[in-house]
């Protein structure tokens, strides 16, 4: 079974980041002054137990509840408890009792590191595809992160049936993960070095976009991506014919949400009063908003935006009285077409 071979990798035979052999379950490494800060007061043995580089958190988070799926030892989880704060609560989810066993072996140094006067966070051992088996209720969470680990499930309709279910209505998944340019061929699916690696067990991207629709997030939007190597021999020799891309990913729980991006003539002005973001905004990767300046938007950015925890931030202009067709924009090139690869990536077209 391919889960408890992932469970072997990650809890017996990778000791550090170092015995990964490819960069795949890495995000982008260059984090803001505010996070190293956090980093710095994380536990040396949740540090040494995490098997990625980055982070992936959005904005907006104090006060929030936040789900972590695939949390591992929980460097992430600790991460997010400093930044939701003493209101907000973290949840990890994880499948490996090795990892587990770490992460809440410092769950009080983490609360007194942050002066709380109680943990506001806790870890449940269990699969991200059976939430409901965790007693995880329904609308219960604003959030959601995943950092590299969606792409180890088997049932990954489930995994994002299951967010969709526990998300709050207007709440978000915020993940990053891998995905190929075609479909992996069934001899290197069972591969457990490969899929341990984050490759073999890759979404290709446009089956990810048609599950995402599927389960109910209407408009997958893509918030940043980069090519991976894979300079591992051994790896490029079995995969290396295969394009593979880390994506991050938001997908909101917006059930009003159209299917194509319309025009009814609405735009948005940023206030410029989100932490670390005070002077643009960045929705995804081509809605990149000044503050101070009017900014035109498709319904369901509108809706991203206005029926979100992002709503005190921003002005609002327009209505829904006149369409105006299709939003201007729409069909944008994707990072695989640049690289010459015939495919396009991203849930949003305007």
Not at 86 to 94: A, L
Not at 251 to 279: M, R, W
Request: glycine share 8%.
């Amino acid at each position: 079974m391919i889960q408890d071979q992932v469970k072997e990798y990650y809890g017996k035979v990778l000791q550090s980041t170092k015995d990964l052999k490819t960069d795949a379950c890495c995000t982008t490494d260059n984090l803001p002054a505010y996070i190293k800060n956090i980093l710095s007061e994380i536990h040396e043995e949740v540090l040494m137990q995490y098997y990625g580089c980055g982070l992936v958190a959005p904005p907006l988070l104090e006060g929030m509840r936040v789900l972590d799926l695939g949390c591992g030892a929980g460097r992430d989880c600790y991460i997010l408890s400093k930044l939701v704060g003493e209101s907000g609560y973290v949840v990890g989810v994880d499948m490996t009792p090795e990892q587990l066993a770490t992460a809440e072996k410092h769950i009080e140094y983490h609360t007194q590191k942050y002066g709380y006067s109680s943990p506001n966070v806790e870890f449940k051992l269990g699969y991200i595809e059976h939430l409901d088996e965790l007693n995880l209720e329904d609308n219960r969470f604003d959030i959601i992160v995943s950092n590299c680990v969606i792409n180890l499930s088997p049932d990954k309709e489930a995994v994002f049936r299951e967010a969709y279910r526990v998300l709050k209505p207007g709440g978000e998944l915020y993940f990053s993960d891998v995905y190929s340019d075609r479909r992996i061929p069934t001899e290197l699916l069972n591969n457990p070095t490969l899929y341990g690696e984050c490759l073999s067990g890759a979404l290709y991207w446009n089956d990810f976009l048609r599950l995402a629709k599927q389960t109910g997030f209407l408009d997958p939007r893509l918030v940043e991506n980069h090519s991976l190597s894979l300079d591992n021999d051994e790896v490029k020799n079995l995969i290396g014919h295969i394009g593979f891309m880390s994506a991050t990913y938001r997908l909101f729980k917006l059930p009003k949400l159209e299917t194509a991006c319309e025009d009814y003539g609405q735009s948005v002005i940023y206030q410029g009063s989100i932490p670390q973001n005070e002077h643009v905004f960045q929705l995804d990767n081509h809605h990149i908003i000044e503050k101070g300046k009017a900014f035109p938007v498709c319904g369901n950015t509108y809706r991203m935006l206005h029926q979100t925890r992002f709503r005190p931030h921003f002005e609002f202009s327009g209505n829904w009285g006149t369409h105006f067709g299709l939003f201007d924009g729409c069909g944008i090139p994707s990072q695989f077409e640049a690289s010459g690869k015939s495919a396009t990536i991203g849930g949003s077209c305007c």
